[in-house]
């Protein structure tokens, strides 16, 4: 099966589904199985995911783990989809195919649009221990970020690689002139997202675990965190905190356990 959008149909419309796969570009990131890569078509740029099959040996490590095992595009191109109606800001689908049912040997792209002028919240809030933004900056981010996990989890969708790195910052929308609300971010990599139609507080802490422990270079403090909290419930604080100590203190746990071995 290959689905394909109008803006791809004059370079790809009669491509059979191996010259998609073998389409190349500039590689962002390579593992067994799966290669990601930016390449143009006339005067756009796209980004391709191309899957290969991921093995057996794969699958059955991933399951001992008690991890679920990705094995397609498909769970990216469920969660996009999702994402999409819930007005939560993806990257969008021009392209998706499959060819296979032996879950070890299943061979699917997904393609979507580049973001045109964007950066990770990684990179942009890196310098912010030695050069605090402006509050308001701050501020906005926190809530924004807060206000796109909440979307998430409250539909039941996981995302498994929640790290700000995964959050892209549209640089246009920061324009001097341009009022600070108005900053939009993108979510990545949803290659291992969940989308469930019930609530876990296990994928949900671990989620929120890795948005503490991604952030701990960027300088925030208790009352960041704290903020975070309030607009993710979307409560007053007072009542957050007392009836969901012992949640948070698990995904701050978590976090820091998560911190100290990337650390050490």
Known sequence: MIILSEELKPFLKDAPFEAIMALK???????????????????HFYFIKQHRGVGWREIIK?????????????????????????????????????????????????????????????????TWLKNPPAFILK????????????TLHDNGIYHRDFYICHFLLDMATLDPFARVHHIQLYLIDLHRALVRPFM????????????YFSSKEGG?????????????????LHDVLNKEWCFWFKVKKRGDKLYRKHNT
């Open 25 to 43: 570009g500039d590689v962002f990131r390579t593992i067994p199985g799966r290669c990601t890569q930016r390449i143009q078509l006339g005067n």
């Open 62 to 126: 991933n399951l001992l783990q008690w991890r679920l095992p990705v094995v397609s595009a498909k769970n990216e191109w469920r969660a996009l989809h999702e994402l999409k109606k819930l007005r939560v800001n993806v990257p969008h689908i021009v392209g998706y195919g499959y060819r296979g049912l032996n879950p070890a040997c299943l061979q699917s792209f997904l393609m979507t649009r580049a973001l045109p002028r964007h950066v990770s919240l990684e990179d942009f809030c890196g």
């Open 139 to 150: 501020k906005t981010l926190i809530e924004k970020v807060a206000e796109m996990a909440r």
């Open 200 to 211: 876990r507080k296990r994928w949900q802490i671990k989620d929120l675990a890795g948005l």
């Open 220 to 236: 925030l403090t208790k009352k960041d965190l704290l903020r975070f909290i309030k607009k993710y419930r979307n409560k007053p």
